[in-house]
């Protein structure tokens, strides 16, 4: 399909649509039209970086999320959100850090989420839990963040049990977030 007609509102609802039918290859394709097209469009950029994580093409994913963040204003802090979760991934720990540190600063369920990725970059498993807590009893403007978190904190909460009836030391943040990775 030529997509030279379609307007870049047109390309980005056409590829939520195809992101929502999980029709990866129309969505990559539509979202690297729209960011040819538009280089500044920082939604563009952030919804191609998060298909490229989803496709597990993380080093992409990362340039994605930079751009992004780079252009994002500061009433879209997704981009810089999903930085520093991939950098907490990849073991990153002091980019990571300081990549959300402008997000904690906030009192909102995102700053208390970026505080918990920050506590977990530094294998601070009880303070990640308490901030993922914190999170979660605040209103949630993101609903699949909330899922994502509270999958997260039970997670945490899991290896906490485990290390304790173990006494097995402690584990990577990569090892405590690689399934959430996987799923954005």
């Not at 990571?96 to 294998?123: C, K, M, N």
């Not at 699949?144 to 509270?150: H, K, P, S």
Request: charged share 20%.
């Amino acid at each position: 399909m030529s997509y030279e007609r379609l307007d870049s509102d047109e390309l980005l609802r056409l590829s939520l649509s195809a992101m929502s039918a999980a029709n990866d290859a129309e969505a990559t394709n539509l979202l690297k039209g729209l960011v040819d097209r538009e280089p500044g469009h920082a939604y563009g950029h952030y919804l191609l970086a998060a298909q490229h994580a989803q496709l597990g093409l993380m080093d992409r994913a990362e340039a994605g999320f930079r751009t992004a963040t780079a252009l994002a204003p500061a009433d879209f802090p997704m981009p810089r959100f999903q930085l520093g979760q991939l950098l907490v991934l990849k073991g990153a720990v002091d980019e990571a850090r300081d990549t959300l540190a402008p997000l904690t600063q906030g009192s909102d369920a995102l700053a208390a989420y970026a505080s918990a990725l920050s506590s977990v970059a530094i294998e601070d498993i009880p303070s990640a839990v308490q901030h993922l807590q914190q999170g979660l009893e605040r209103p949630q403007p993101i609903p699949a963040l909330e899922q994502d978190m509270a999958r997260l904190l039970q997670q945490l909460l899991e290896r906490e049990k485990q290390a304790e009836t173990t006494d097995s030391g402690t584990h990577g943040a990569s090892f405590l977030l690689s399934n959430y990775g996987r799923q954005h």
